[in-house]
């Protein structure tokens, strides 16, 4: 199966969650777009889409929320799974946050969708981030909470779901 996975990653964390569901899919055919550089790919010869966005503040990206306007038609015939990176701790605000990423006639449609854990890695951010992070989450390191178990059940259902 040809695979696309579309994704905005800011400081690199959501781009580490697609490295590794691309692993995990092992002889699946994929290819990579960050909306952040390639901002219009073609995905009409992929079988299956694979959509991450990064969620900040309980926002998810914007890139990803004009992508998924400008291509509804197309994604309607994919086969299609859904993802976001936060640091939300608690599950019902993860939940809250994955749901509201996405448009409903895509999480209907979605084979698989899941709240994948995040970073907060300092060395990327601006002082302003900086001092937003620390404020609200109370740390001024580095940490990292990608859901590695949650990546594999994501592409365990992407693979084996009908």
């Known amino acids: 199966m040809r695979t696309a996975i579309i994704y905005v990653s800011k400081h690199g964390t959501t781009e580490k969650a697609v490295r590794k569901i691309a692993e995990k899919l092992g002889n699946h055919e994929v290819s990579f777009f960050n909306l952040k550089t390639d901002k219009n790919p073609d995905i009409t010869p992929f079988d299956g889409i694979i959509l991450g966005t990064p969620v900040y503040a309980g926002t998810p990206s914007k890139r990803m ?88 059940k994501f592409v365990t259902d992407f693979i084996e779901q009908k």
């Open 65 to 152: 929320q004009t992508f998924i306007k400008n291509h509804a038609e197309i994604l309607t015939a994919k086969r299609i799974g859904l993802f976001v990176c936060g640091m939300e701790l608690n599950r019902e605000k993860q939940q809250q946050e994955l749901e509201n990423a996405y448009p409903l006639s895509l999480k209907e449609q979605a084979i698989t969708k899941h709240f994948l854990g995040g970073e907060f890695i300092f060395e990327k951010m601006n002082f302003f981030e900086r001092a937003i992070i620390k404020r609200i989450a109370k740390t001024d390191k580095s940490v990292s909470r990608i859901d590695e178990d949650g990546i594999g």
